[in-house]
């Protein structure tokens, strides 16, 4: 069949192969990094089934599925193990369901994924947020430290569960153990969001896992490791969350037809880790150690926690995962954006996200020498290119010391059906949002529907845009904030 000559017109496949054709050098999700065969070759259309006799049921496991399943808890060192093919979204949902009744009062880490935020909505939770120190350095959200864990926690008695993200996106871990430890002592369960550490907490691999002391974890195994985008595990290690509240809200929030070959490839990647994951992992712990040397020496451009910066010169980390490559462009005159859109157009390497400051690479267990070697080497490019034209650095932004949370005014559900208005962000200072706003990736909102909105979060919108992050609205309406006319009734 032939198009028009506009590529927009291309079926989705095509423009795939056409894009797979190119050398352009994935450093983003998935973890397979589109090598041929890493995956198993479980995708062919003669293994897409249903669940037909013998292949078990995902929903009510005790065959094949079950010991796939089992295996990735003994892997993982946590008491049951559930797949999940609508990726850690899907297990954040249902694990905020198990574990929170509607309307309860729920302590979250303000960086925490989209997901746990329309948990929230959809469950009509009260938040409170813990919000991340900023690293001055970087301007990247820092660990949440255990004492306002268990600060918050004595001030909210009522609160029903935790919720921490660690790793962050940009491998920013917390202390979890600790954290842990005043949940126990509350008696309150702790979530982990883990999708970006479905390598930890394996022999030979990167960092302790949550699944060690946290009741519930979710693990992307697609971001970094060789399974299919949208495959992850929830892991339950609860004597506080009843498991078959985890399988009730699995019902809901996970399809009912789950894809094998979806299945079989997330097999695959726990018997190929637990075959073989040490020395995969001891493979890719070299080449970021080799990476981390040869970016010694850079002035202008940085690196978090390499090239001689270190997780210790930074107080507001706990802990940061070698695996994740934050470059912070500042000092050779680049937002994230720029650095970015530099890096995929010049050297052909595709980065996983852009923030206004940094721009961040994500490796997995498949890279290649020639991968990173070509980051290196572009890298050292504009270094010597912003040294040689003198580029002037970035002027240093004022940083708040915390993560900005709006004060909160009605729920979420609520302010997203009530009657709205569409201002300019700084016009909207001390109205009630009524959509949510966050660049994606990561997904962090800057502000959710039912908040206030504040100074901070106008200015902190107007120097996203104006270092180039694309930010969602969900109102609809770019650059406008949705808020809630003056005239809907009081009691939102
Ligand atoms: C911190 C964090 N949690 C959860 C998710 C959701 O993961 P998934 O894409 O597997 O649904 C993401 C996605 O990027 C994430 O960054």
Known sequence: MNYPNNECALPLEERLRQ?????????HMPGHKRQAGALGGALPEALDITEIDGFDDLHDPEGVLADAMDRAARLYGSKKARFLVNGSTCGILAGIHAAAPRGSTVLVARNCHKSVYHAIEL?????VYLAPVIDPYSGVAGSIDPADVETALAEHPDARLVVITSPTYEGVMSELPGIALRCSRAGVPLLVDEAHGAHFGLRGGFA????????????????????????ALLHWNSKLIPFEAVEHALDIFETSSPSYPLMAAMDHCLHLLEADGEALLAAWADRMERFDRAV???KRLRVLGKGGDAVELHPDFWYLDPSKIVILGRGAGLTGPALMAALRERFGLELEMAAGDYAVAMTGLCDTDEGMERLVRALWTLEREAEEANVPTLSERDLPRRVPVPEWAAPAAACLRAEREWLQPRQAVGRISAEYVWAYPPGIPVLTPGERVGIRQAEQLEWMAACGVSLKHTGGREGLLAVVCETAPADL
């Not at 894009?19 to 450093?27: G, K, L, N, S």
């Not at 469950?123 to 938040?127: A, E, G, H, K, T």
């Open 19 to 27: 894009y797979a054709a190119t050398d352009a050098y994935p450093f």
């Open 208 to 231: 302790a896992s949550a699944t060690g002391c946290a009741d519930l974890v979710v693990q992307s195994l697609h971001k970094t490791l060789p399974s299919p985008t949208q495959t």
């Open 123 to 127: 469950l009509d939770l009260r938040p």
């Open 296 to 298: 010694w020496g850079l």
